[in-house]
C-alpha cells in the first residue's frame, strides 16, 4: 500500500446463496478523498462496505484497510475508521448529548462534553442536545449516527446512504458539515447514495456499480464528459 491508500480492496466476490452480489470489484480511496459508490437497488453497494470493515466474509478478493491486510488486522485499524449505516438505535434513557459523550469518552477525547458539542455544531443539529433518545425521529437518529461516526476524527469516514431518510434542509447540514469536516481534517471518505446532486456536490470521485461489478470509476466530470452526458443524473437514469 502506498502511504495515500486508506482502502485498497482487489478481486473481491462474494455470493449470497444463488445470488452474487459482489462479483470482482477492485476500488481504492486515497487518503483525504472522498468517492461515492453509486448503482442500482441490488447493486452491491452495501456488501461491498460491509466487507470493507469486515463485517461480511467475502469468498474471494483482498483489502487493505488503513495499512492491514487480512481481518484480523484490519480489527486493530478500526477505531481510525468512522462508519454509518441508517438510522441509529439509541438508549431511549440518554439524552442525545450524554450519548455522544459516553462515545467520546470511550474513544479516549480529553473533554468528552466539549467534543459532543463540536460534533453536533459541526453538522448544524446542537437542538438536538437535550432530547431523550426515546423521542428522536429515524431521520435523527440518523444524523446522531452520523456524528457519532466522526467525533473521533477517524482516518476514513464509510457512511452508507447517510441522507436518505433526511428532509432536504438537514442533508444540507449533514452534507455540509461532511464536506466541511473532510476539508479541514483531511479525512477520505466513501459514501453511498442515490442521490447524484449530493454525489456531484460531495465526491471527487464516483464508482458505479452494477450486477455486482464496477462499471466506470472516475472523476464526476470524466463521467459526465466519457458518457456525454451533462449530469450525473443523466449518466445514472
Ligand atoms: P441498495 O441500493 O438497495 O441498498 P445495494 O447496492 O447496497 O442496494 P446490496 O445490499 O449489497 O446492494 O445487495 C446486493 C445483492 O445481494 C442483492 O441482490 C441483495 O438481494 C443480496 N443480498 C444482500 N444481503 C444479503 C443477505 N444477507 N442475504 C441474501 N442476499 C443478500
Redesign the pocket.
Known sequence: MTDDTVLRVRGLRKR??Q?T??DGVDLTVAAGERVALV??????????LMSCLGAVQPEEGTVELLGQRGRRARRAVLARVGFASGYLPLPPHLRVREFLTLYARLYGAPNPQEQARAGLRQFDVEGLADRWGSDLSSGQRTVVGVVKATMHAPALLVLD?PTASLDPDVALRVRGGLLDLCRRRGTALLV?S?NMVEVERLAQRVIF?AG?RVLVDGPVETITAQLGQTSLEDVYL
Not at 448503482?39 to 461491498?48: E, I, L, R, S, V
Request: proline share 5%.
Open positions: 449470497y446463496r445470488v452480489a459482489v448503482g442500482p437497488n441490488g447493486a452491491g453497494k452495501t456488501t461491498t446512504e453511498t442515490h456499480l455486482g
